[in-house]
């Protein structure tokens, strides 16, 4: 029998595919050249920098003018978060790198205000309605929840913010790159994305500002970036990136089908295993594809993710930044999900190099694991 090992942990980072790998090795090696340097050794690496950010934005819908490199999600989020003014209204589902530079920002005195998602896993424009002070300046809601993958409906959210007279902030960590996300037609004016998401390197992301509007620098020094976000250009990282991002926008609409129909399968044969499973955020038919939230009641996620790793299969406990705490979700305790629930509730999040016999294999360990013989 084939000795299989199933990667099923998308959300937490994806392989990096053939493309980036190809598009980043010469910069690894032979072009190594700085891109801010006089001599001609920069030439290659400046122009491989300009393109990489023109096949972004085009990916987007964004300017390359627009698109400024990062280290990552987090370095995005922060700068999104700490280098914008007035108070700020933020979703109590988002990642850490939300949540925590908005609580250390409210501890030097910047108004904070949370809006929560409704049980289906989504912030409605009546909750933000709802929360809504005047002085907010900025509003962050997250266009895909990485613990259960509801997406947002960007567009209302983005013109009510508007409306009020804030801009809009999106976390697209999870989103980029698996499902159509235009900035001009989504009206968004600052996006968080990162690269190792997407099937690109660890490490390099980028923040899309819309033009005409600025954030005060997290990093300053020399003038790359155009002097809003200092430090040598990681070129390979950033070739890997934008050849990824192609890459999955060329694949997207077949991922979407074939990985709908994986997740979809796995979730028929758990309930018909035991019909007292549940899937968080169920009742939410917008998802990220080959994403699934699953309790199994009996079943505590931890023991349950370890003995799945005993069979060679990768998934994981809520996020996967938390999964070294034991402490309930903060996403999952934010759709009221019951304690008991939660505890036993695993994420299965697919990615494109997944196949039909994984499925079934995922389905059959599943069931030796719960249904021991
Ligand atoms: N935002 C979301 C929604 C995420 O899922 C993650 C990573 O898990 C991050 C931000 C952080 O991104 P990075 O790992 O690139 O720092």
Redesign the pocket.
């Known amino acids: 029998m084939r000795n299989f090992r199933v990667y099923a942990d998308h959300?937490?980072t994806t392989p990096l595919c053939d493309d980036a790998w190809h598009a980043m090795l010469p910069f690894l090696r032979e072009d190594f050249g700085n891109p801010s340097s006089l001599h001609s050794w920069a030439r290659k690496p400046r122009e491989a920098i300009a393109a990489a950010r023109q096949t972004i934005a085009e990916c987007i819908g964004a300017e390359s003018r627009e698109i400024f490199f990062t280290s990552?999600?987090?370095?995005s989020?922060n700068w999104a978060i700490k280098g914008s003014s007035g108070g700020l209204m933020v979703s109590s589902y988002e990642?850490h790198?939300?949540l925590n530079p908005s609580a250390s920002e409210a501890k030097r005195g910047r108004d904070v205000v949370y809006v929560n998602p409704d049980r289906n896993g989504a912030i409605t424009p009546e909750e933000i309605e709802k929360k809504w002070k005047n002085g907010i300046g900025l509003a962050s809601v997250?266009a895909a929840n990485?613990e259960i993958g509801v997406l947002n409906d960007l567009p209302s959210i983005a013109k009510l913010i508007h409306a009020k007279g804030a801009l809009f902030h999106t976390?697209a960590?999870?989103a980029i790159g698996h499902v159509p996300i235009n900035v001009k037609q989504d009206r968004i004016d600052f996006l968080?994305a990162?690269a190792?998401?997407f099937n690109g390197p660890?490490g390099v992301?980028f923040l899309y500002i819309r033009k005409g509007l600025s954030l005060k620098t997290l990093l300053s020094g020399g003038q790359q970036e155009s002097g809003a976000r200092s430090g040598t250009e990681n070129v390979a990282a950033i070739m890997g990136m934008a050849a990824a991002l192609r890459f999955n926008f060329e694949h997207m609409a077949e991922n979407t089908q074939r990985l709908n129909g994986y997740s979809a399968k796995i979730a028929t044969a758990l309930t018909e295993m035991l019909p007292s499973v549940r899937f968080p955020g169920e009742l939410s038919t917008v998802k990220l594809p080959g994403f699934l939230s699953v309790s199994i009641p009996g079943h505590p996620a931890e023991g349950l993710m370890h003995l799945l790793d005993l069979k060679g299969i990768a998934v994981s406990t809520g996020?996967?930044?938390d999964s070294k705490s034991t402490r309930i979700s903060h996403v999952l305790q934010a759709i009221r999900i019951p304690r008991a629930q939660a505890k036993c509730t695993i994420r299965i999040s697919l990615g494109g190099e997944n196949t039909v016999e994984d499925i079934d294999y995922i389905i059959n360990a599943i069931a030796s694991v719960i249904k021991p013989r």
């Open positions: 959300a937490a990552g999600g987090t370095e989020d990642h790198a939300i997250m990485n976390d960590v999870q968080s990162s190792h998401k660890k992301g996020a996967a930044c």
